[in-house]
């Protein structure tokens, strides 16, 4: 069974920055893709970020570009997402997910099998 672990979360002042981490069980984690997903209140759960299971490709939600980066740590089994100048609406519980074995990174949801319980991110006006 694969598990993510989510953690790194918090609240924070905006313009302020967060550095979420995924760690994963399972020695297969360097094999898949790995993406960051978030829900705020009310609202249906989208893409943030996405990356290839070597990481040398990227893909990111408008929303976020230019401010956050997913990296990965295949060493570590970790997969992270730096969150700088946060916005107000960035709020949102952010989950990480796996994605397909040797994949690319991709926003569409169906295309992650297991995901983490999900770590809260407040950011303050």
């Known amino acids: 069974q694969v598990q993510l672990v989510e953690s790194g979360g918090g609240l924070v002042q905006a313009g302020g920055s967060l550095r979420l981490s995924c760690a994963t069980s399972?020695?297969?984690?360097?094999?898949?893709?790995m993406g960051w997903f978030r829900q705020a209140p009310g609202k249906e759960r989208e893409f943030v970020a996405a990356?290839?299971?070597?990481?040398?490709?990227?893909y990111y939600a408008d929303s976020v570009k230019g401010r956050f980066t997913i990296s990965r740590d295949n060493a570590r089994n970790t997969v992270y997402l730096q969150m700088n100048s946060l916005k107000p609406e960035d709020t949102a519980v952010y989950y990480c997910?796996?994605?397909?074995?040797?994949?690319?990174?991709?926003?569409?949801?169906?295309?992650?099998?297991?995901w983490g319980q999900g770590t809260q991110v407040t950011v303050s006006s």
């Open positions: 997910a796996r994605g397909g074995r040797k994949g690319m990174p991709t926003a569409v949801a169906a295309s992650y099998d297991y």
């Open positions: 399972g020695r297969t984690f360097s094999s898949y893709a």
């Open positions: 990356i290839s299971w070597l990481g040398g490709s990227t």
